[in-house]
């Protein structure tokens, strides 16, 4: 292990450091950081409303918590697409070169990203889908938060503003001053939307998802195209593009008609026939994406570092639940070349492992229970019909924890040896 942990020290550390000083990364990284919070209060409400437990469901419908529980979400991580182009637009003015811009760049931008949303016309009344604004939207918010923050922070050092003369207050010139950029940028991503509308797609948002789907709407439910769809999905998270919305709508049509067939199975005492199904999928994603439940576990009940410690503390019960978008953009995994091994390579080791048990008797798959990917490992394989399958899944936690030790312990000694410096600088 201490051979492993020099190797990445000495290679993985390197590469690392220069993502963090690339100006572009650092802006997409900063950017998605700091929308931890909102991540988070989305996250855990979402949970709050998803437990799938009938006798507290009906106590939230007779009392309308259900509407309060939505509510929140709704306007949180269902939302995070528009409040990435704020946060990205703003990271990428200190980025640049121009802080004292950085809420103008943030404003903009988040302006430049509204441009290029779709707008639906019904009966007179102009509307936007709030589907474009949220996870689905994150990646053209990345790059147009770049795009329009590059762009304005050059003009402003080019000096192509308008200045007001030296006696006008300073928020009176700061307004004055965004006005070229703010034409210039604005009128850009005007001219890009138009481009999209010409096309077949509509938008740029929806042309990055059918451009990413089409390809993969040829696989089949082969095991070897089961992998390379859940590595595909891993890779598209790693860049801030959301893998399940790119994968899951080629699997989803399959997957409800292999449930149908394997529950009549399983309820007539024959095999399950269909066994890379919807529980697979959740069996990769314990915890989240890139099967990040160990890693959250080492985070909350390991850390030497005060900052993962805590961090792992707060994410940790989302982890429980399947959700993982705090660990994605907050650790962050998004660009974190350290975190790319085992977020990629988990999943297919546990999904793998669990079908050649399969294959060999050993378990019994589960049935493919649609929309089961919110309840906590173990009972997730219970409620699949499979006891063997719901042991297993404590066993993938144990290999998860396996596979991500020695990157935790890597940026958990990175993190500490930050804060003992701090201290020593006090």
């Known amino acids: 292990m201490n051979a492993l942990m020099n190797w990445m020290e000495q290679h993985l550390v390197p590469i690392a450091n220069r993502f963090a000083q690339n100006p572009i990364l650092k802006t997409m990284s ?13 996250s855990i409400f979402s949970i709050l409303n998803g437990i799938p437990w009938e006798p507290y469901t009906n106590f939230l419908n007779s009392t309308h918590l259900n509407e309060f529980f939505a509510f929140i979400p709704a306007i949180t991580t269902e939302l995070l697409g528009l409040y990435m182009a704020f946060s990205v637009g703003r990271a990428g003015a200190k980025n640049f070169g121009q802080p004292e811009s950085a809420f103008m760049c943030g404003i903009l931008s988040m302006a430049c990203y509204l441009v290029l949303v779709p707008i639906d016309s019904v009966e007179g009344v102009s509307s936007i889908q709030t589907k474009y604004l949220g996870t689905q939207g994150i990646f053209v918010a990345l790059i147009g938060g770049i795009l329009s923050s590059s762009i304005v922070t050059w003009i402003i050092q080019k000096k192509i503003v308008i200045k007001m003369p030296s006696g006008v207050p300073p928020m009176v010139g700061e307004n004055f001053a965004a006005l070229i950029p703010g034409f210039v940028i604005i009128t850009l991503f005007a001219l890009i939307k138009w481009i999209f509308l010409l096309t077949p797609y509509g938008n740029p948002i929806d042309c990055i998802y059918s451009i990413i789907q089409t390809p993969l709407q040829a696989l089949t439910s082969s095991l070897p195209a089961f992998l390379l769809l859940i590595l595909i999905a891993q890779i598209l998270w790693f860049f801030g593009v959301h893998g399940s919305y790119s994968v899951l709508p080629i699997l989803f049509p399959l997957w409800i008609g292999y449930a149908g067939e394997n529950t009549a199975n399983a309820a007539a005492g024959l095999p399950i026939e269909h066994i890379l199904n919807a529980g697979m999928w959740d069996l990769a994603c314990l915890g989240g994406a890139g099967a990040t439940i160990g890693l959250v576990i080492w985070l909350c009940f390991f850390s030497k570092s005060a900052q993962y410690k805590d961090f792992g503390r707060l994410t940790f019960p ?27 390579i988990t999943p297919v080791v546990i999904v793998s492992l669990a079908y050649f048990l399969i294959s060999i008797g050993l378990i019994t798959p589960p049935v493919g229970l649609i929309g089961a990917g919110s309840i906590p490992p173990f009972l997730h394989g219970l409620a699949n019909g499979s006891l063997s399958f719901a042991i297993y899944e404590l066993i993938a936690i144990g290999i998860s924890m396996i596979i991500y030790y020695p990157f935790f312990k890597l940026i958990d000694k990175q993190a500490l040896l930050k804060e003992e410096q701090g201290e020593k600088n006090e």
């Open 30 to 42: 900063e950017g998605a950081m700091s929308l931890l919070a909102v991540i988070m209060v989305g």
């Open 318 to 344: 989302c982890g429980v639940f399947g959700v993982n978008e705090p660990v994605i953009f907050g650790l962050p995994i998004m660009l974190n070349p350290i975190m790319f091994i085992p977020f990629v």
